[in-house]
């Protein structure tokens, strides 16, 4: 993921354990990270609260 998003593998692992909050990070790692995970198959939920996996037969 971190390739993907063009950060170093450092920062992915200081924002998944917290050692630096979600709001302090740019703008554009947290939507390459975002961006990642959807292309993973990662449906962000509407209500901004919550993911859920795409089915695979692509409904969702």
């Given amino acids: 993921m971190a390739d993907q998003v063009g950060v ?3 920062t992915v692992q ?3 354990t917290g050692k630096v909050p979600v709001g302090k990070a740019k703008v554009q790692t947290i939507e390459g990270i975002k ?3 959807a292309d993973g ?4 939920l509407d209500d901004g609260f919550g993911v859920t996996l795409a089915r ?5």
């Avoid at 198959?41 to 962000?44: D, E, S, Y």
Wanted: glycine residues 12%; hydrophobic residues 40%; aromatic residues 6%.
């Fill in 8 to 10: 170093s593998i450092h």
């Fill in 14 to 16: 200081r924002l998944e």
């Fill in 35 to 37: 961006r990642s995970l």
């Fill in 41 to 44: 198959g990662v449906v962000f």
């Fill in 56 to 60: 695979k037969d692509g409904m969702e």
